[in-house]
Structure formats: structure tokens, C-alpha cells
């Protein structure tokens, strides 16, 4: 059974910094691409940054340059780190592991969902 597990969201202020972490578990994490997407309510899930097995890395335009997605394949986790924080960013970010690349784009509809961890980026 796969396990996806977020961690590390909460409140924080505009321009300030926070780290999400996503542990798996049930699979080979080093064989898989892993996903950061967001939701809010009344919007449709969104793709923030996705990384490959390999480490290639692609982010949704809004946060590229501020966002930084990571995985250490020791610790079966993936990170999220972001900087420059607006309240747009403001979500519930949920990590997807084992999803495929077609064409350049990742597809969650295989792989596993976490829960979710809540960003909060008020004054």
C-alpha cells in the first residue's frame, strides 16, 4: 500500500519562506516521478512543480523562480520550498507520487495521493 504524507504547511507572511515535505511510502521512491499540485475551494486542482526520477524539473509559471521542488531518495521524500510567498499561493498543496510523463506533462491519474497540507499567506 502506497503511503503519501505532507507536511509542513501553516500561516505565514507575504514576501516570507516555507518548507513542505511529502514522505512515500509503498514504493520504489527512487523509480518515480513525484508532484506538488494546490487547491482552493471552488477552483480546480492545479500543478505547482513536478520533478522526475531523474531530477528534471518543471513548475506552473507563477511560481517559477520562487518555488523550488527537491527530492532526497535517502529519506523517500520530496520538498517543496518556497520563497516569496504571496497570498495568491494560498491553498491546500497536496503531493502525488508515481505519476507519468506524456510529452513533457505530468498525469496524476496513476500514482497516489497525499492529503494535504494547508499554506496560509496572510498579514
Known amino acids: 500500500q502506497v503511503h503519501v504524507v505532507e507536511s509542513g504547511g501553516g500561516l505565514v507572511q507575504p514576501g516570507g519562506s516555507l518548507r513542505l515535505s511529502c514522505a512515500v511510502s509503498g514504493l520504489i521512491f527512487s523509480d518515480n516521478a513525484m508532484a506538488w499540485y494546490r487547491q482552493t475551494p471552488g477552483q480546480q486542482r492545479e500543478v505547482v512543480a513536478t520533478i522526475t526520477s531523474g531530477g528534471r524539473r518543471r513548475y506552473k509559471e507563477s511560481v517559477e523562480g520562487r518555488f523550488t521542488i527537491s527530492r532526497d531518495n535517502a529519506k523517500d521524500t520530496v520538498y517543496l520550498q518556497m520563497k516569496s510567498l504571496k497570498p495568491e499561493d494560498t491553498a491546500v498543496y497536496l503531493c502525488?507520487?508515481?505519476?507519468?510523463?506524456?510529452?513533457?506533462?505530468?498525469?496524476?491519474?496513476?500514482?497516489?495521493w497525499g492529503q494535504g497540507t494547508q499554506v496560509t499567506v496572510s498579514s
Open positions: 502525488h507520487a508515481g505519476g507519468r510523463y506524456l510529452s513533457g506533462t505530468y498525469y496524476p491519474d496513476l500514482g497516489s
